[in-house]
Every structure is written in structure tokens, then in C-alpha cells.
């Protein structure tokens, strides 16, 4: 059985494609079988950057990792059961369908509530909830007191996530790891950044996730889309050096392979 990695977060913006694109192309990188799902049917920002990236190497002439990345399946609504929902069988085909040939599937959910982001946690062995570092985005996992900061209660998208442990459990299947990144850690508003890292350590004791640091601000992130490039690419594509952000970009990148402990995985890059 593939592993099945999902990034969810009901917000955009908090780099769930870029993360998508990193680890499943590092995976790729160190040997192992990846298959990859958008669930944003609309904006398919992570389908969107493998497409790049096919595009480019086509144009270059290059041959890199990469992932196998698919559509959801059309189904035929009348070879529906009944009361059975169109989405959960284009999910459960898609998923069937890589897991023969890969190690792990990279699932990206959008960054609203549907059925399908819903499914897909489920589905989970490992879920990356990318985190911009500000109690905006906190809002989502928790409440919290205004004048004492600290939490109050859980909030919509950690209740999500309460639902699809249960469901885990009632089918017996092991629970969801469940890892909490830190993404735009800037060197500015520090008394903020104490203050958001207390109350995830706070929160995590109490509903059970790992606080991890994701990825800082920087424009490299958005240069690569175009090309459907990473970090781990570049000197693949004839980037000699490395200037210092690019080179802790990539350590971040170690950093957060590192972070996942996935089955199977030895970081060797």
C-alpha cells in the first residue's frame, strides 16, 4: 500500500502547492515511486506545477524526477450505487490507480471545505498542514483568549481533522500523523513569533499534531512555478552556485523531509 501524504489547509495561501511540489519531488529524487493528486479542481496549482515542469524539461531537453501526477477520473453517474457521492468515487479511483505503481502519493487539498478535502484526510497516513505564522491562520486550528493568548478551544479545521481520526479509527487503520509547519517564519515581529509558536505548542498537546518549521518568505519560491522547477533542481538546470538564501532554502527543504519521518525515506541530498 502507498503511503498517502495530504496537505490540507482550509486557507490559501499557506504554500500547500509549493509543499506539495518540494516533497513530492524530493521523494522522487531519493529513489522512491510518486504519484500525485490536485483536489482544487479549479485552480490546480500543484497540477499546474508538474505541468510546468514536464513542459520545460520537453523544452530543455532534460530528464528529472518527477511525479506521476493524475486527474481525477471522470465517472459515469449512472454506474453510481445509491446514495453513493460522484467525488468519493473519483478520489477512491484515482488513489486506486496510482497505488499499484507508487511508494507514496502526494494528495494537494484546496483551501476551502468540500467533500473531497474531506475524503482525502481520511485517506491520510501523514497530513501537512502548512501554517503562515500569524494568529490569522491560527484561527483555523484553534481560539484563542485575546488579552492572555491562550488557547480557548479547537476551531473549524482541527474539528475536520477530529472527524477523519475517528473514521480512521473505526475502519482500524492507523492514526493520521499529523504535522503542523510554521511556513513565513520571518526575522521581524519576533514578540508575534513567540507568542503564535506558544500557543501551537500549546495546542498540540492537546489535539495531538507535531509543529515542524516550514518555509520562509522568499521570491525563489514564486520564480520556480513557471518552469515547474525546486530547489533540488537547480543545479540540475545549470545554477552553479548558490547564493545564501538558495542554499538555506534548500536546507529548509532537508529540514522538513527530515521532519516528516516518513516510512522508508533516508534524506541523501
Given at each position: ?23 513530492a519531488t ?15 479542481l479549479?485552480?490546480?496549482?500543484f ?5 510546468n515542469?514536464l513542459a520545460?524539461?520537453?523544452?530543455e ?21 445509491p ?6 468515487r473519483r ?8 497505488e ?19 475524503v ?6 501523514t497530513?501537512?498542514t502548512p ?16 488579552d492572555?493568548s ?7 479545521y482541527?474539528?475536520m ?10 475502519a482500524?487503520l492507523?492514526?493520521?500523523?499529523w ?11 519576533m ?29 525563489i ?7 515547474g522547477?525546486?530547489l533540488?533542481?537547480?543545479r540540475?538546470?545549470g ?5 545564501i ?7 529548509e527543504v532537508?529540514?522538513?523531509m527530515k ?7 533516508t534524506?541523501?541530498?
Amino acid at each position: 500500500m502507498a503511503h498517502i501524504i495530504v496537505v490540507g489547509n482550509e486557507k490559501g495561501g499557506s504554500g500547500k502547492s509549493t509543499t506539495c511540489m518540494h516533497v513530492a519531488t524530493a521523494l522522487c529524487r531519493m529513489g522512491h515511486r510518486v504519484g500525485a493528486l490536485d483536489l482544487d479542481l479549479r485552480q490546480r496549482s500543484f497540477g499546474r506545477y508538474v505541468e510546468n515542469r514536464l513542459a520545460y524539461l520537453r523544452k530543455e531537453g532534460l530528464s528529472l524526477p518527477t511525479p506521476d501526477y493524475r486527474d481525477l477520473p471522470e465517472v459515469d453517474q449512472a454506474a453510481l450505487a445509491p446514495g453513493e457521492n460522484a467525488f468519493d468515487r473519483r478520489l477512491s479511483g484515482a488513489v486506486a490507480g496510482l497505488e499499484r505503481d507508487c511508494d507514496f502519493i502526494v494528495i494537494d487539498c484546496p483551501g476551502s471545505h468540500t467533500r473531497l478535502s474531506q475524503v482525502a484526510h481520511s485517506l491520510a497516513d501523514t497530513l501537512i498542514t502548512p501554517l503562515n505564522d500569524s494568529f490569522i491562520d491560527f484561527d483555523l486550528l484553534a481560539r484563542v483568549d485575546p488579552d492572555t493568548s491562550r488557547v480557548t478551544g479547537p476551531s473549524i479545521y482541527s474539528e475536520m481533522v477530529w472527524s477523519a481520526r475517528q473514521l480512521r479509527a473505526r475502519a482500524g487503520l492507523k492514526p493520521i500523523d499529523w504535522i503542523v509547519l510554521r511556513n513565513r517564519l520571518g526575522a521581524q515581529q519576533m514578540h508575534n513569533k513567540k507568542k503564535v509558536g506558544e500557543a501551537l505548542e500549546q495546542l498540540s498537546k492537546r489535539i495531538g499534531f507535531r509543529v515542524a518549521p516550514g518555509f520562509s518568505e522568499r521570491v525563489i519560491f514564486r520564480e520556480l512555478f513557471p518552469r515547474g522547477l525546486t530547489l533540488l533542481d537547480l543545479r540540475d538546470v545549470g545554477v552553479e552556485s548558490l547564493n545564501i538564501s538558495n542554499v538555506a532554502a534548500r536546507q529548509e527543504v532537508r529540514d522538513l523531509m527530515k521532519a516528516l519521518e516518513l516510512p522508508g525515506v533516508t534524506i541523501n541530498f
